[in-house]
C-alpha cells in the first residue's frame, strides 16, 4: 500500500494560482499512473491530470486544458497540479490518487484524504 498526503490547498481569487503537492511513501510501480481527481461539492468525481512514473506522459482533462499541469519530481516522490488563472468552477476537494494499468480511476488502488481549494472573491 502507497500512502499518499495532498497539501498546498487553500483559498484563492479568480485567476490566481496554486501548486498542490502529493508526497508518497510506499513501493510503486513504473507502470502506476498518478492522477489528481477532484470532487466538489455535491457533485460527482473527476479526473482532473495524470502522469506516468516511467516517462512522465501526461495528460489533463479538457475542462482545465491550459490552465493546470501536472508534474513530479526524479524520485516519483512527490507529485504537482499546478493551477493557474483558478475559476469558481476549481472549487473543490483534490485528491491525488495511484492507478495500476488494471484499475480504472474511480476505483484507485490508493487515494489520499485530499485538500480543499476554494477559488472565491
Known amino acids: 500500500q502507497v500512502q499518499l498526503v495532498e497539501s498546498g490547498g487553500g483559498l484563492v481569487q479568480p485567476g490566481g494560482s496554486l501548486r498542490l503537492s502529493c508526497a508518497t511513501s510506499?513501493?510503486?510501480?513504473?507502470?502506476?499512473?498518478m492522477y489528481w481527481l477532484r470532487q466538489a461539492p455535491k457533485k460527482e468525481l473527476e479526473w482532473v491530470a495524470r502522469?506516468?512514473?516511467?516517462?512522465?506522459?501526461?495528460r489533463v482533462a479538457d475542462s482545465v486544458k491550459g490552465r493546470f499541469s501536472i508534474s513530479k519530481d526524479s524520485d516519483n516522490r512527490v507529485f504537482y497540479l499546478q493551477m493557474n488563472d483558478l475559476k469558481a468552477e476549481d472549487t473543490a476537494k483534490y485528491f491525488c490518487?495511484?492507478?495500476?494499468?488494471?484499475?480504472?480511476?474511480?476505483?484507485?488502488?490508493?487515494r489520499g484524504q485530499g485538500t480543499q481549494v476554494t477559488v472565491s472573491s
Open positions: 490518487a495511484r492507478v495500476p494499468p488494471t484499475r480504472r480511476w474511480a476505483n484507485a488502488e490508493d
Open positions: 510506499g513501493l510503486m510501480q513504473n507502470w502506476d499512473w
Open positions: 502522469i506516468t512514473l516511467s516517462g512522465g506522459d501526461t
